[in-house]
């Protein structure tokens, strides 16, 4: 039991801080606090939790419920995001202040949504946790004030919510019926040629769609750029990207059952190259920050694909490692997004003009977070996509790993004018500067990515032993 | 290979990056100038070591390897050959003139210019002496963020059209190089390109591996028709700019051309020759043609950029001794004259305002020690015998003759439209009817700028008159490299006879060229 409870920790320490939470949001109405104050320093406590329970090991719940490097790296990942993500929830201008405990009840769920997924190898525990997860969402994205467009985001997000998991049930149905299991572990065993058994490959790929949608991948990401749109700056940057790392845990499980000749493999391939390619084409002419971030995310969806597409301990790690980075570079430019939206409003690129001399500190992390974005080295961007690109190559999928490099000089174009209107491009009207110190931790997020682009190494070890764990 | 133990090349890289954090905390623009400058001569003095440099050995020299990321194969692999030894010294050389010939040049943003200008100097000198290929690249691509900001930043009033183009076409270039590396990898299964270069490939992943880096190092040479960057980047890029784009960023092409191509992809290189040789025969004639219709200074030494790194391609691709001989020295006095002209072109800028040759007629008279410089780097990028320009096209030609007499002939109008170009513009400054002279001040050389342009000048009549030293410095490199070069692709030859029907053309070539190849090292030995 105890022993349980300690293979347990950083969920448990999440429930604490959802159930705290609660009693904060039937208690009386916050009056004017932006958030409870003890939420940051829980959220760190969190972090620290995660990384003390990295090696934790072990199979719980009747099976259904694994906790191995693999989930416990994919928790901490999601403890980090969390943390910053609250910390940027700050002062959420767009929240009525009666709504905020709810607003962080939310945020906490769903995050402790994610953190199940990231251990469930059931496939009933991975439908639960993701509903868990998702159905926080539903209630997040449209608060925005009396916001219209938040609204239609929200709906927007439910009706495809809803329908991939429609989906992704049939396709849970075909798979029970015809491999008789929703465990993993004999799944894996199981053959998934197209030869033996077409109904259950079907089934697995109706499955995956579920998670393509959570990743927003081609072409289920429609919801992604209205929604990131529709939704509060604070709000879209939680949505960008916490969920994909649950999606992406799980999609880590299931191609590591596949052989990579199989054709869902392949499926996953052209999807991702799809993806990626419509995803700068459409990006190039966005001229909303957020907008133009939500067909980066469809890009980037399609990049995590590559390593996946390679079926083998690196390119599994390589996904884990770029879907963190993914996370860390998202937030550095939602960071600064949140800031230079006192009021909550949409950011354009023309609100960038001039930041440089407004706001040095921020300037400078919205660079960092762009050229991570594009994959220039010497940011973590580089590494990660240097990492999917090398182990996916002599997979079978070498075409996939050009159209990889070819969209990165699509992607450039973009990406390279949110920097041009940061560093020269000046203000017309003197726009307001930011508080001072508000660059803090996007600056840490940026020193982040600066030092996992020069010392990849401890973190991508720890990622290549948990994808080890799931193909020797 | 020699390790070292005093690990010289990491701190030419990271001096710069230590001057930069520094930076930040100053205030004034004065100081920033002045910590800037102190730093770049105490590059220059930290790169001093390299001079003990071992001219009778061909291997790498002071070769620095830790383990990066052992489970990728990554390592922090440096060294310098006969190769990059002279473009690192060029490079470091350059910070404190560049720093010094942007002191009245740069009025805003002055910190961020040089925080910029010390990071490109870094990644330089980091492409210059990676031998890991992942380190290369990162370098490689690192440099193209603080150009960017020069152009953009500190350029002309086109500045934002040129630095997207500049940007946009050197990463698209070498998106498909990374693709080449991981190829690369899993073939040899090694990121070291000294290891690499040791293995042999075969002839179809050859021209593949070819062609994806050829592609980076054309863009960034550049070679025609890859070259409409290059006038748009000079022309609105600050002078500084300028200098370190014709004097360092072209020779990472060639660099990698000498460096990857011919000892990765030796068939390949081979097969591809003639039609290499007949791009470089392009950009030389273009460039010159081109540069010869130009009316605004900056615009005419962009275009003579094209023709003369047109022979160092030519060079290169001769796969002689004196060919590739005259392709390095090529490089490296194209980065000290053409560095100049763009410096005197700068400062005829800051006293007229305007590039335009109509404008700036008749200096002889005003500014004699102006035209005394302008002059002697004008002669020798013509490559007037006794400059330094001279010995490097005298060695192509010479290889290009030994070669082939009708490529020969195809490039001496260029030679000759250098020198109608070079003289047209020489002659309407020191001598032109000037306009009037209102709102323009003739002053000559202050003695800043005489700081500036004299070690460029010593160094203009010094390799002109004596290259002996630094032809014996790259030597060693050149005959190990072209002698690993023969011996791979006589393999080819042997295979070729075999499979007749694969790759006509480049047989006929080879046939031509082997027997020169192997006399030339048997000559040299």
Redesign the interface.
């Given at each position: 039991m105890i022993q349980q409870i300690s293979q347990l920790l950083p969920e448990l320490w999440q429930i604490a801080v959802v159930l705290v939470l609660f009693l904060e949001t039937i208690g009386k109405p916050a009056n004017d606090a932006a958030k409870p104050k003890w939420l940051p320093l829980a959220a760190a406590a969190g972090i620290f939790v995660a990384v003390f329970s990295l090696k934790a090991d072990g199979l719980l719940f009747f099976k259904a419920y694994q906790v191995d490097s693999l989930s416990q790296f994919f928790k901490l990942a999601v403890l980090v995001g969390f943390f910053i993500v609250v910390l940027n929830a700050d002062p959420l201008p767009t929240v009525e202040s009666e709504k905020r405990s709810d607003y962080f009840l939310f945020l906490a769920l769903s995050a402790l949504g994610l953190m199940f997924l990231a251990s469930t190898v059931e496939l009933i525990a991975v439908y639960m946790a993701l509903e868990i997860s998702s159905y926080s969402l539903y209630a997040l994205i449209p608060l925005r004030g009396k916001d219209q467009r938040a609204a239609e985001a929200g709906i927007k997000y439910v009706l495809f919510g809803a329908a991939a998991t429609a989906v992704s049930l049939y396709g849970l149905s075909y798979i029970l019926a015809t491999q008789h299991s929703t465990y993993l572990e004999v799944l894996a065993a199981a053959d998934w040629t197209w030869t033996h058994s077409p109904l259950a490959v079907i089934g697995l790929t109706l499955f995956l769609a579920g998670f393509f949608y959570k990743l927003a991948l081609f072409p289920f990401h429609f919801w992604c750029p209205d929604v990131y749109d529709g939704t509060g700056n604070e709000t879209a940057a939680y949505v960008a990207t916490l969920p994909k790392l649950g999606a992406v845990v799980i999609m880590i499980r299931l191609v590591a059952m596949l052989k990579p000749e199989n054709g869902i493999i392949t499926i996953i391939a052209v999807l991702g190259a799809c993806s990626m390619t419509f995803g700068n084409l459409s990006a190039l002419i966005q001229k909303d920050l957020k907008r133009m971030l939500g067909f980066s995310s469809v890009s980037h969806a399609g990049y995590i694909m590559v390593g996946l597409s390679a079926v083998s301990a690196k390119g599994l790690a390589a996904a884990g490692y770029y879907s963190l980075v993914y996370v860390l570079m998202n937030l550095a430019c939602f960071w600064v997004i949140c800031r230079l939206a006192t009021d909550g409003r949409n950011i354009t690129l023309d609100d960038l003009n001039g930041l440089y001399k407004r706001a040095p500190g921020l300037a400078f992390i919205m660079a960092v977070g762009a050229f991570a974005l594009v994959g220039l080295p010497p940011t973590a961007g580089f590494m990660g996509k240097f990492f999917l690109l090398t182990s996916a190559w002599n997979r079978g999928h070498d075409w996939l790993v050009i159209i990889a490099c070819l969209n990165t000089a699509i992607s450039i174009y973009y990406y390279l004018n949110i920097v041009r209107h940061a560093y020269t491009a000046e203000a017309e009207e003197p726009l307001p500067a930011p508080k001072p110190g508000s660059a803090l931790w996007g600056g840490v997020l940026a020193t982040l990515l600066l030092i996992l682009g020069a010392f990849p190494g401890p973190v991508f070890h720890y990622a290549e032993v948990a994808g080890k764990l799931l193909i020797p | 290979m020699m390790e070292s133990s005093w690990p010289i090349l990491t701190i030419l890289i990271f001096f710069p990056l230590l001057a930069c954090l520094a930076l930040v905390f100053v205030k004034t623009d004065h100081g920033a100038r002045v910590l800037t400058l102190a730093a770049g001569i105490i590059e220059l003095l930290l790169a001093m070591p390299l001079l003990h440099f071992d001219l009778a050995s061909g291997g790498y020299q002071f070769v620095e390897k830790k383990d990066?990321?052992?489970?990728?194969g990554l390592s922090y692999y440096l060294g310098i050959d006969g190769i990059s030894f002279l473009m690192v010294l060029l490079t470091v050389a350059l910070l404190p003139l560049c720093v010094l010939c942007s002191w009245t040049y740069i009025s805003k943003r002055v910190k961020?210019f040089h925080i910029s200008l010390l990071l490109m100097v870094a990644a330089c000198v980091g492409v210059f002496s990676a031998l890991d290929f992942?380190l290369f690249?990162?370098?490689w691509?690192?440099m193209?963020?603080p150009m960017?900001?020069l152009i953009?930043?500190w350029g002309g009033p086109d500045?934002?059209y040129a630095?997207?183009k500049f940007?946009?076409y050197t990463?698209?270039g070498s998106?498909?190089l990374?693709?080449a590396i991981?190829?690369l990898?899993?073939t040899g299964h090694t990121f070291s390109i000294p290891e690499l270069a040791q293995k042999n490939y075969s002839f179809n992943f050859q021209i593949w591996v070819f062609l994806a880096m050829a592609i980076a190092f054309a863009i960034k040479v550049p070679m025609f028709p890859f070259h409409t960057w290059l006038p748009a980047a000079h022309v609105e890029a600050p002078t500084a700019g300028s200098v370190l784009l014709a004097s360092v960023l072209l020779k990472m092409g060639a660099y990698g051309f000498l460096r990857l191509c011919l000892p990765l992809t030796p068939q390949a290189s081979v097969y591809f020759a003639p039609m290499m040789i007949f791009i470089s025969i392009c950009s030389i004639l273009y460039g010159g043609f081109v540069a010869l219709g130009q009316k605004d200074m900056k615009k005419l030494i962009a275009y003579s950029s094209v023709a003369h790194m047109g022979f160092v391609t030519m060079g290169i691709f001769l796969f002689s001794l004196r060919g590739i001989e005259g392709a390095l020295m090529v490089m490296l006095n194209h980065g000290i004259t053409t560095g100049g002209l763009f410096m005197l072109v700068g400062a005829i800028y800051e006293r007229s305002h305007s590039r335009e040759i109509s404008e700036n007629l008749g200096l002889g008279k005003y500014l004699p020690a102006y035209m005394f410089f302008f002059g002697l780097f004008a002669l020798s990028s013509l490559g007037f015998p006794g400059t330094n320009s001279f010995v490097g096209e005298a060695l192509v030609l010479i290889g290009v003759f030994a070669k082939n007499g009708w490529v020969g002939a195809a490039i001496i109008p260029g030679v000759m439209l250098g020198a109608a170009y070079m003289l047209r513009l020489t002659q309407k400054l020191a001598w032109g009817e000037p306009p009037s002279a209102k709102g323009k001040s003739w002053k000559d050389l202050n003695f800043r700028e005489w700081a500036y342009f004299t070690p460029l000048a010593v160094f203009v009549f010094y390799i002109g008159l004596a290259p002996g030293l630094t032809l014996r410095a790259i030597d060693p490199t050149l005959k190990e490299l072209l002698h690993t070069f023969s011996a791979k692709t006589a393999r080819k030859a042997v295979t070729m006879v075999m499979e007749p029907e694969k790759g006509l053309a480049g047989q006929n070539f080879e046939t031509k060229l082997q027997p020169a190849v192997d006399e030339r090292i048997g000559e040299s030995r």
């Amino acid at each position: 039991m105890i022993q349980q409870i300690s293979q347990l920790l950083p969920e448990l320490w999440q429930i604490a801080v959802v159930l705290v939470l609660f009693l904060e949001t039937i208690g009386k109405p916050a009056n004017d606090a932006a958030k409870p104050k003890w939420l940051p320093l829980a959220a760190a406590a969190g972090i620290f939790v995660a990384v003390f329970s990295l090696k934790a090991d072990g199979l719980l719940f009747f099976k259904a419920y694994q906790v191995d490097s693999l989930s416990q790296f994919f928790k901490l990942a999601v403890l980090v995001g969390f943390f910053i993500v609250v910390l940027n929830a700050d002062p959420l201008p767009t929240v009525e202040s009666e709504k905020r405990s709810d607003y962080f009840l939310f945020l906490a769920l769903s995050a402790l949504g994610l953190m199940f997924l990231a251990s469930t190898v059931e496939l009933i525990a991975v439908y639960m946790a993701l509903e868990i997860s998702s159905y926080s969402l539903y209630a997040l994205i449209p608060l925005r004030g009396k916001d219209q467009r938040a609204a239609e985001a929200g709906i927007k997000y439910v009706l495809f919510g809803a329908a991939a998991t429609a989906v992704s049930l049939y396709g849970l149905s075909y798979i029970l019926a015809t491999q008789h299991s929703t465990y993993l572990e004999v799944l894996a065993a199981a053959d998934w040629t197209w030869t033996h058994s077409p109904l259950a490959v079907i089934g697995l790929t109706l499955f995956l769609a579920g998670f393509f949608y959570k990743l927003a991948l081609f072409p289920f990401h429609f919801w992604c750029p209205d929604v990131y749109d529709g939704t509060g700056n604070e709000t879209a940057a939680y949505v960008a990207t916490l969920p994909k790392l649950g999606a992406v845990v799980i999609m880590i499980r299931l191609v590591a059952m596949l052989k990579p000749e199989n054709g869902i493999i392949t499926i996953i391939a052209v999807l991702g190259a799809c993806s990626m390619t419509f995803g700068n084409l459409s990006a190039l002419i966005q001229k909303d920050l957020k907008r133009m971030l939500g067909f980066s995310s469809v890009s980037h969806a399609g990049y995590i694909m590559v390593g996946l597409s390679a079926v083998s301990a690196k390119g599994l790690a390589a996904a884990g490692y770029y879907s963190l980075v993914y996370v860390l570079m998202n937030l550095a430019c939602f960071w600064v997004i949140c800031r230079l939206a006192t009021d909550g409003r949409n950011i354009t690129l023309d609100d960038l003009n001039g930041l440089y001399k407004r706001a040095p500190g921020l300037a400078f992390i919205m660079a960092v977070g762009a050229f991570a974005l594009v994959g220039l080295p010497p940011t973590a961007g580089f590494m990660g996509k240097f990492f999917l690109l090398t182990s996916a190559w002599n997979r079978g999928h070498d075409w996939l790993v050009i159209i990889a490099c070819l969209n990165t000089a699509i992607s450039i174009y973009y990406y390279l004018n949110i920097v041009r209107h940061a560093y020269t491009a000046e203000a017309e009207e003197p726009l307001p500067a930011p508080k001072p110190g508000s660059a803090l931790w996007g600056g840490v997020l940026a020193t982040l990515l600066l030092i996992l682009g020069a010392f990849p190494g401890p973190v991508f070890h720890y990622a290549e032993v948990a994808g080890k764990l799931l193909i020797p | 290979m020699m390790e070292s133990s005093w690990p010289i090349l990491t701190i030419l890289i990271f001096f710069p990056l230590l001057a930069c954090l520094a930076l930040v905390f100053v205030k004034t623009d004065h100081g920033a100038r002045v910590l800037t400058l102190a730093a770049g001569i105490i590059e220059l003095l930290l790169a001093m070591p390299l001079l003990h440099f071992d001219l009778a050995s061909g291997g790498y020299q002071f070769v620095e390897k830790k383990d990066w990321m052992p489970d990728w194969g990554l390592s922090y692999y440096l060294g310098i050959d006969g190769i990059s030894f002279l473009m690192v010294l060029l490079t470091v050389a350059l910070l404190p003139l560049c720093v010094l010939c942007s002191w009245t040049y740069i009025s805003k943003r002055v910190k961020e210019f040089h925080i910029s200008l010390l990071l490109m100097v870094a990644a330089c000198v980091g492409v210059f002496s990676a031998l890991d290929f992942i380190l290369f690249y990162i370098f490689w691509e690192a440099m193209l963020v603080p150009m960017f900001l020069l152009i953009a930043v500190w350029g002309g009033p086109d500045r934002r059209y040129a630095s997207l183009k500049f940007f946009l076409y050197t990463l698209a270039g070498s998106t498909l190089l990374l693709v080449a590396i991981i190829a690369l990898y899993w073939t040899g299964h090694t990121f070291s390109i000294p290891e690499l270069a040791q293995k042999n490939y075969s002839f179809n992943f050859q021209i593949w591996v070819f062609l994806a880096m050829a592609i980076a190092f054309a863009i960034k040479v550049p070679m025609f028709p890859f070259h409409t960057w290059l006038p748009a980047a000079h022309v609105e890029a600050p002078t500084a700019g300028s200098v370190l784009l014709a004097s360092v960023l072209l020779k990472m092409g060639a660099y990698g051309f000498l460096r990857l191509c011919l000892p990765l992809t030796p068939q390949a290189s081979v097969y591809f020759a003639p039609m290499m040789i007949f791009i470089s025969i392009c950009s030389i004639l273009y460039g010159g043609f081109v540069a010869l219709g130009q009316k605004d200074m900056k615009k005419l030494i962009a275009y003579s950029s094209v023709a003369h790194m047109g022979f160092v391609t030519m060079g290169i691709f001769l796969f002689s001794l004196r060919g590739i001989e005259g392709a390095l020295m090529v490089m490296l006095n194209h980065g000290i004259t053409t560095g100049g002209l763009f410096m005197l072109v700068g400062a005829i800028y800051e006293r007229s305002h305007s590039r335009e040759i109509s404008e700036n007629l008749g200096l002889g008279k005003y500014l004699p020690a102006y035209m005394f410089f302008f002059g002697l780097f004008a002669l020798s990028s013509l490559g007037f015998p006794g400059t330094n320009s001279f010995v490097g096209e005298a060695l192509v030609l010479i290889g290009v003759f030994a070669k082939n007499g009708w490529v020969g002939a195809a490039i001496i109008p260029g030679v000759m439209l250098g020198a109608a170009y070079m003289l047209r513009l020489t002659q309407k400054l020191a001598w032109g009817e000037p306009p009037s002279a209102k709102g323009k001040s003739w002053k000559d050389l202050n003695f800043r700028e005489w700081a500036y342009f004299t070690p460029l000048a010593v160094f203009v009549f010094y390799i002109g008159l004596a290259p002996g030293l630094t032809l014996r410095a790259i030597d060693p490199t050149l005959k190990e490299l072209l002698h690993t070069f023969s011996a791979k692709t006589a393999r080819k030859a042997v295979t070729m006879v075999m499979e007749p029907e694969k790759g006509l053309a480049g047989q006929n070539f080879e046939t031509k060229l082997q027997p020169a190849v192997d006399e030339r090292i048997g000559e040299s030995r």
